[in-house]
Protein backbone atom coordinates (compact mmCIF):
# COMPACT_ATOMS: atom_id res chain seq x y z
CA UNK A 1 0.00 0.00 0.00
CA UNK A 2 1.03 3.28 -1.00
CA UNK A 3 -1.08 6.01 0.88
CA UNK A 4 -0.60 9.95 -0.18
CA UNK A 5 -1.87 11.98 2.55
CA UNK A 6 -2.53 15.26 0.87
CA UNK A 7 -5.12 18.09 1.21
CA UNK A 8 -4.04 21.53 -0.98
CA UNK A 9 -4.04 23.33 1.79
CA UNK A 10 -1.54 24.09 4.57
CA UNK A 11 -1.78 24.00 8.19
CA UNK A 12 -4.58 21.61 7.54
CA UNK A 13 -2.49 18.77 9.22
CA UNK A 14 -1.14 16.85 6.60
CA UNK A 15 1.97 15.70 8.72
CA UNK A 16 0.10 15.10 11.88
CA UNK A 17 -2.54 12.58 10.34
CA UNK A 18 0.37 11.15 7.47
CA UNK A 19 2.81 10.25 10.97
CA UNK A 20 0.08 8.92 13.21
CA UNK A 21 -1.29 6.85 10.12
CA UNK A 22 2.23 5.56 9.84
CA UNK A 23 2.38 4.42 13.59
CA UNK A 24 -0.83 2.66 13.43
CA UNK A 25 0.11 1.06 10.11
CA UNK A 26 3.85 0.34 10.98
CA UNK A 27 4.22 2.12 7.52
CA UNK A 28 7.55 4.33 6.63
CA UNK A 29 6.89 7.85 6.65
CA UNK A 30 8.16 9.47 3.67
CA UNK A 31 7.88 13.72 4.12
CA UNK A 32 7.30 14.53 0.59
CA UNK A 33 7.54 18.25 1.64
CA UNK A 34 10.56 19.03 -0.39
CA UNK A 35 10.33 22.75 0.36
CA UNK A 36 9.08 23.22 3.45
CA UNK A 37 9.66 19.85 5.91
CA UNK A 38 8.41 19.62 9.19
CA UNK A 39 8.27 15.90 10.08
CA UNK A 40 11.17 14.90 12.69
CA UNK A 41 14.18 15.00 11.41
CA UNK A 42 17.97 13.93 12.24
CA UNK A 43 21.52 13.44 10.97
CA UNK A 44 21.98 11.46 8.05
CA UNK A 45 20.92 11.34 3.78
CA UNK A 46 17.79 12.78 3.66
CA UNK A 47 14.88 12.98 0.30
CA UNK A 48 16.93 15.69 -0.80
CA UNK A 49 20.04 13.40 -1.22
CA UNK A 50 17.76 10.49 -2.72
CA UNK A 51 16.82 12.76 -5.42
CA UNK A 52 19.74 14.51 -5.74
CA UNK A 53 20.88 10.43 -6.66
CA UNK A 54 23.32 10.84 -3.79
CA UNK A 55 21.65 8.36 -1.55
CA UNK A 56 19.86 5.44 -1.84
CA UNK A 57 16.06 5.44 -0.65
CA UNK A 58 16.29 2.33 1.33
CA UNK A 59 19.36 3.45 3.14
CA UNK A 60 17.81 6.82 3.86
CA UNK A 61 14.88 5.47 5.91
CA UNK A 62 15.89 5.74 9.75
CA UNK A 63 14.95 2.77 11.70
CA UNK A 64 14.75 3.24 15.60
CA UNK A 65 12.15 6.15 15.91
CA UNK A 66 8.60 5.74 16.82
CA UNK A 67 7.79 5.43 13.22
CA UNK A 68 9.95 4.48 10.33
CA UNK A 69 10.86 7.64 8.62
CA UNK A 70 12.35 8.63 5.43
CA UNK A 71 13.15 12.73 6.57
CA UNK A 72 13.05 14.88 3.96
CA UNK A 73 16.65 17.70 4.10
CA UNK A 74 15.47 21.94 5.02
CA UNK A 75 17.77 23.83 2.54
CA UNK A 76 17.10 25.68 -0.20
CA UNK A 77 20.13 24.15 -1.96
CA UNK A 78 19.07 20.95 -0.97
CA UNK A 79 15.54 21.52 -2.84
CA UNK A 80 16.87 22.75 -5.55
CA UNK A 81 19.38 19.94 -6.29
CA UNK A 82 16.69 17.61 -5.49
CA UNK A 83 14.74 16.08 -8.90
CA UNK A 84 11.06 15.35 -8.03
CA UNK A 85 10.98 13.20 -10.88
CA UNK A 86 12.51 10.41 -8.80
CA UNK A 87 10.08 10.33 -6.14
CA UNK A 88 8.18 7.55 -7.76
CA UNK A 89 10.77 5.25 -7.96
CA UNK A 90 12.15 6.18 -4.86
CA UNK A 91 8.87 5.48 -3.12
CA UNK A 92 8.41 2.04 -4.95
CA UNK A 93 11.75 0.99 -3.43
CA UNK A 94 11.07 1.86 -0.12
CA UNK A 95 7.96 -0.18 -0.38
CA UNK A 96 9.93 -3.04 -1.84
CA UNK A 97 11.48 -2.89 1.25
CA UNK A 98 10.00 -2.50 3.93
CA UNK A 99 6.60 -2.75 2.87
CA UNK A 100 3.55 -0.04 3.77
CA UNK A 101 4.79 3.57 2.88
CA UNK A 102 2.79 6.72 3.75
CA UNK A 103 3.69 10.12 1.87
CA UNK A 104 2.60 13.57 3.59
CA UNK A 105 2.29 15.43 0.23
CA UNK A 106 3.27 19.79 0.50
CA UNK A 107 1.07 22.33 -0.01
CA UNK A 108 -0.43 23.84 -3.35
CA UNK A 109 -0.93 22.05 -6.43
CA UNK A 110 2.87 22.15 -8.30
CA UNK A 111 4.28 18.93 -9.13
CA UNK A 112 5.76 18.21 -6.12
CA UNK A 113 2.21 17.79 -4.76
CA UNK A 114 1.10 16.07 -7.99
CA UNK A 115 4.22 13.28 -7.83
CA UNK A 116 3.58 11.62 -4.60
CA UNK A 117 -0.11 11.09 -6.05
CA UNK A 118 1.43 9.37 -9.11
CA UNK A 119 3.75 7.61 -6.43
CA UNK A 120 0.64 6.32 -4.41
CA UNK A 121 -1.93 3.88 -5.19
CA UNK A 122 -4.74 5.86 -2.61
CA UNK A 123 -5.01 9.11 -1.59
CA UNK A 124 -6.24 10.74 1.94
CA UNK A 125 -7.54 14.22 1.95
CA UNK A 126 -7.19 16.48 4.92
CA UNK A 127 -9.30 19.29 5.01
CA UNK A 128 -10.38 21.53 8.45
CA UNK A 129 -14.23 21.70 9.24
CA UNK A 130 -14.60 25.15 9.72
CA UNK A 131 -12.25 26.45 6.27
CA UNK A 132 -13.64 23.68 4.24
CA UNK A 133 -11.66 24.42 1.28
CA UNK A 134 -13.68 22.84 -1.04
CA UNK A 135 -12.41 23.95 -4.89
CA UNK A 136 -9.04 22.54 -3.80
CA UNK A 137 -10.02 19.73 -2.31
CA UNK A 138 -11.82 19.31 -5.62
CA UNK A 139 -8.75 19.84 -7.70
CA UNK A 140 -6.60 17.56 -5.08
CA UNK A 141 -9.09 14.66 -6.22
CA UNK A 142 -9.83 15.26 -9.84
CA UNK A 143 -5.89 15.21 -10.15
CA UNK A 144 -5.52 12.02 -7.59
CA UNK A 145 -7.93 10.27 -10.08
CA UNK A 146 -5.77 11.05 -13.13
CA UNK A 147 -3.24 9.06 -11.66
CA UNK A 148 -4.45 6.46 -10.22
CA UNK A 149 -4.31 7.10 -6.85
CA UNK A 150 -8.36 7.44 -6.14
CA UNK A 151 -9.64 9.28 -3.25
CA UNK A 152 -10.29 6.19 -0.28
CA UNK A 153 -10.70 8.57 2.95
CA UNK A 154 -11.38 12.10 3.74
CA UNK A 155 -10.09 13.28 7.51
CA UNK A 156 -12.04 15.71 8.89
CA UNK A 157 -9.18 17.32 11.35
CA UNK A 158 -9.34 19.20 14.52
CA UNK A 159 -13.30 18.76 15.04
CA UNK A 160 -15.43 19.90 17.48
CA UNK A 161 -18.52 19.15 18.51
CA UNK A 162 -20.86 18.77 15.80
CA UNK A 163 -18.64 17.53 12.52
CA UNK A 164 -20.55 18.58 9.13
CA UNK A 165 -19.42 14.89 8.00
CA UNK A 166 -22.17 14.39 6.08
CA UNK A 167 -21.84 17.64 3.58
CA UNK A 168 -18.39 16.70 2.78
CA UNK A 169 -19.14 13.28 2.33
CA UNK A 170 -21.45 14.36 -0.05
CA UNK A 171 -19.23 17.22 -1.85
CA UNK A 172 -16.36 14.81 -2.23
CA UNK A 173 -17.88 11.44 -2.92
CA UNK A 174 -15.69 10.05 0.26
CA UNK A 175 -16.11 8.45 3.60
CA UNK A 176 -15.36 10.84 6.36
CA UNK A 177 -13.35 9.67 9.22
CA UNK A 178 -13.15 12.86 12.23
CA UNK A 179 -10.02 13.17 14.45
CA UNK A 180 -10.86 15.60 17.26
CA UNK A 181 -9.31 18.82 18.18
CA UNK A 182 -6.97 17.02 20.76
CA UNK A 183 -4.55 17.83 23.91
CA UNK A 184 -3.00 14.49 23.72
CA UNK A 185 -2.60 14.49 20.12
CA UNK A 186 -1.10 18.40 20.23
CA UNK A 187 1.20 17.31 23.48
CA UNK A 188 2.28 14.31 21.00
CA UNK A 189 2.99 16.35 17.75
CA UNK A 190 5.17 18.95 19.82
CA UNK A 191 7.19 16.04 21.62
CA UNK A 192 7.53 14.21 17.87
CA UNK A 193 5.35 10.90 18.75
CA UNK A 194 2.60 9.10 17.57
CA UNK A 195 -0.51 9.94 19.79
CA UNK A 196 -1.23 6.02 19.61
CA UNK A 197 1.89 6.13 21.32
CA UNK A 198 1.71 8.23 23.77
CA UNK A 199 -2.42 8.43 24.53
CA UNK A 200 -3.39 4.97 23.08
CA UNK A 201 -6.82 5.56 24.78
CA UNK A 202 -7.50 8.93 23.58
CA UNK A 203 -10.26 9.56 20.91
CA UNK A 204 -7.96 10.42 18.78
CA UNK A 205 -5.48 7.42 18.56
CA UNK A 206 -8.90 5.71 18.22
CA UNK A 207 -9.64 8.13 15.20
CA UNK A 208 -6.29 7.12 13.55
CA UNK A 209 -6.88 3.71 14.12
CA UNK A 210 -10.32 3.60 12.65
CA UNK A 211 -8.68 5.83 9.63
CA UNK A 212 -5.95 2.98 9.05
CA UNK A 213 -8.94 -0.14 8.75
CA UNK A 214 -10.98 2.43 6.69
CA UNK A 215 -8.19 2.74 3.70
CA UNK A 216 -7.00 -1.27 4.09
CA UNK A 217 -10.07 -3.04 3.59
CA UNK A 218 -10.05 -6.64 3.46
CA UNK A 219 -9.63 -8.10 0.27
CA UNK A 220 -10.62 -11.20 -0.89
CA UNK A 221 -9.17 -13.45 -3.34
CA UNK A 222 -5.54 -11.59 -3.29
CA UNK A 223 -3.85 -11.37 0.15
CA UNK A 224 -1.21 -8.69 1.06
CA UNK A 225 2.28 -10.03 1.44
CA UNK A 226 4.48 -8.17 3.44
CA UNK A 227 7.88 -8.45 2.26
CA UNK A 228 11.34 -7.50 3.31
CA UNK A 229 11.78 -5.84 7.19
CA UNK B 1 -2.78 -13.38 -16.79
CA UNK B 2 -4.42 -10.99 -15.54
CA UNK B 3 -6.44 -11.55 -12.52
CA UNK B 4 -9.76 -9.53 -10.97
CA UNK B 5 -10.79 -8.71 -7.19
CA UNK B 6 -13.89 -7.46 -6.88
CA UNK B 7 -15.11 -6.17 -3.60
CA UNK B 8 -19.11 -4.94 -3.17
CA UNK B 9 -20.78 -2.90 -0.42
CA UNK B 10 -24.33 -2.12 -0.22
CA UNK B 11 -25.18 1.26 1.28
CA UNK B 12 -28.79 3.07 1.61
CA UNK B 13 -29.95 0.63 -1.73
CA UNK B 14 -26.94 1.57 -3.62
CA UNK B 15 -24.35 -1.32 -4.53
CA UNK B 16 -21.18 0.34 -4.60
CA UNK B 17 -18.51 -2.25 -6.75
CA UNK B 18 -14.99 -1.72 -6.51
CA UNK B 19 -12.63 -3.69 -8.27
CA UNK B 20 -8.80 -4.15 -9.36
CA UNK B 21 -7.12 -5.56 -12.25
CA UNK B 22 -4.02 -6.62 -12.08
CA UNK B 23 -1.63 -7.73 -14.91
CA UNK B 24 0.68 -9.96 -14.29
CA UNK B 25 2.25 -10.95 -17.99
CA UNK B 26 5.14 -9.76 -19.34
CA UNK B 27 3.06 -7.29 -22.10
CA UNK B 28 0.46 -4.23 -21.19
CA UNK B 29 -3.30 -5.67 -22.21
CA UNK B 30 -6.49 -3.93 -23.09
CA UNK B 31 -8.90 -5.28 -20.77
CA UNK B 32 -12.29 -5.38 -20.96
CA UNK B 33 -14.86 -6.27 -18.25
CA UNK B 34 -18.32 -6.79 -18.35
CA UNK B 35 -21.35 -6.76 -15.68
CA UNK B 36 -24.54 -8.06 -14.97
CA UNK B 37 -26.42 -5.67 -12.97
CA UNK B 38 -28.66 -3.82 -14.46
CA UNK B 39 -28.82 0.12 -14.54
CA UNK B 40 -25.04 0.71 -14.25
CA UNK B 41 -23.71 4.21 -13.26
CA UNK B 42 -20.65 4.95 -14.43
CA UNK B 43 -18.42 6.97 -12.73
CA UNK B 44 -18.69 10.49 -14.21
CA UNK B 45 -16.20 13.21 -14.99
CA UNK B 46 -18.07 16.66 -15.88
CA UNK B 47 -21.28 14.94 -16.36
CA UNK B 48 -19.98 12.38 -18.73
CA UNK B 49 -19.02 9.07 -18.35
CA UNK B 50 -15.12 8.42 -17.17
CA UNK B 51 -13.23 7.36 -20.33
CA UNK B 52 -13.93 3.57 -21.23
CA UNK B 53 -17.25 3.01 -20.11
CA UNK B 54 -20.25 2.18 -22.77
CA UNK B 55 -23.41 0.86 -21.57
CA UNK B 56 -22.26 -2.30 -19.37
CA UNK B 57 -18.72 -2.75 -19.63
CA UNK B 58 -15.88 -0.67 -19.53
CA UNK B 59 -12.15 -1.32 -20.69
CA UNK B 60 -8.66 0.05 -19.74
CA UNK B 61 -5.02 -0.74 -20.16
CA UNK B 62 -3.05 -2.39 -17.73
CA UNK B 63 0.35 -2.28 -17.80
CA UNK B 64 2.58 -5.41 -17.77
CA UNK B 65 2.77 -5.93 -13.64
CA UNK B 66 0.79 -3.23 -12.31
CA UNK B 67 -2.76 -2.65 -11.88
CA UNK B 68 -5.51 -0.38 -11.93
CA UNK B 69 -8.66 0.33 -10.41
CA UNK B 70 -12.49 0.38 -11.67
CA UNK B 71 -15.77 0.99 -9.86
CA UNK B 72 -19.34 1.85 -10.28
CA UNK B 73 -22.56 2.20 -8.74
CA UNK B 74 -25.78 0.40 -9.20
CA UNK B 75 -29.50 0.54 -7.25
CA UNK B 76 -29.49 -3.41 -8.15
CA UNK B 77 -28.34 -5.90 -5.40
CA UNK B 78 -24.93 -7.39 -6.29
CA UNK B 79 -26.69 -11.14 -7.40
CA UNK B 80 -25.64 -11.23 -10.81
CA UNK B 81 -22.37 -12.08 -11.59
CA UNK B 82 -20.72 -7.90 -10.66
CA UNK B 83 -18.22 -7.94 -13.13
CA UNK B 84 -16.53 -10.49 -15.46
CA UNK B 85 -13.34 -10.09 -17.94
CA UNK B 86 -15.02 -10.06 -21.32
CA UNK B 87 -11.38 -9.62 -23.59
CA UNK B 88 -7.25 -9.35 -22.03
CA UNK B 89 -5.75 -8.77 -25.45
CA UNK B 90 -2.15 -7.47 -25.57
CA UNK B 91 -1.32 -4.45 -26.79
CA UNK B 92 1.60 -2.43 -28.60
CA UNK B 93 3.98 -0.97 -26.30
CA UNK B 94 3.81 2.30 -27.29
CA UNK B 95 -0.29 2.18 -26.61
CA UNK B 96 1.16 1.35 -22.60
CA UNK B 97 3.17 4.73 -22.60
CA UNK B 98 -0.31 6.86 -22.47
CA UNK B 99 0.32 5.97 -18.54
CA UNK B 100 1.10 9.03 -16.47
CA UNK B 101 5.09 9.53 -15.99
CA UNK B 102 6.81 11.98 -13.73
CA UNK B 103 7.68 13.54 -16.62
CA UNK B 104 4.17 14.16 -17.53
CA UNK B 105 3.28 15.82 -13.72
CA UNK B 106 6.43 18.28 -14.22
CA UNK B 107 4.84 19.34 -17.66
CA UNK B 108 1.51 19.52 -16.20
CA UNK B 109 1.92 20.79 -12.93
CA UNK B 110 5.20 22.82 -13.25
CA UNK B 111 8.49 22.30 -11.97
CA UNK B 112 8.76 22.50 -8.13
CA UNK B 113 12.42 23.67 -8.01
CA UNK B 114 13.61 26.55 -6.32
CA UNK B 115 15.30 28.96 -8.47
CA UNK B 116 18.81 29.51 -8.44
CA UNK B 117 18.35 33.24 -7.28
CA UNK B 118 16.69 32.15 -4.37
CA UNK B 119 19.52 29.56 -2.87
CA UNK B 120 22.64 31.57 -1.13
CA UNK B 121 25.60 30.61 -2.16
CA UNK B 122 27.92 30.35 0.74
CA UNK B 123 31.41 32.66 0.99
CA UNK B 124 30.71 34.78 -1.96
CA UNK B 125 26.80 37.16 -1.50
CA UNK B 126 26.34 35.24 2.12
CA UNK B 127 26.21 38.67 3.58
CA UNK B 128 23.73 40.06 1.29
CA UNK B 129 20.90 37.30 1.80
CA UNK B 130 21.65 37.13 5.69
CA UNK B 131 19.66 39.55 8.04
CA UNK B 132 20.91 42.79 8.91
CA UNK B 133 23.70 42.49 12.04
CA UNK B 134 21.41 43.84 15.32
Given at each position: MRVAVTGGKGGVGKSTVAYNLGAVTDAVVV?????MADLPGSAGPDLHDVLADRADPVEAVREGGPVDMLPCGRSLAGARAANVRGLVDAVRSVERAYGDVVVDCPAGLAADAGMPLLAADRTVLVALPDAFALPDALRTRALARELDAGLAQVVLNRTGTNPPRAAVERALGAPVTTVPESDPLARATATGQPVTATAPDSAAAEAFHALAAAITPPRRGARRTRRGR | MVELDVQTERRDCVTFVAATVRNDGRTGRRVTLRTGLDPVWPPRRQGVPAAGWSGDRVTLTVAAGRERGVGFATPAAPDEPVLTVVEAVAVAGDEECREPTPEHVVRALGDPTPPADAVPVLGTDAATTEEEPR
Open positions: DGDLG | -
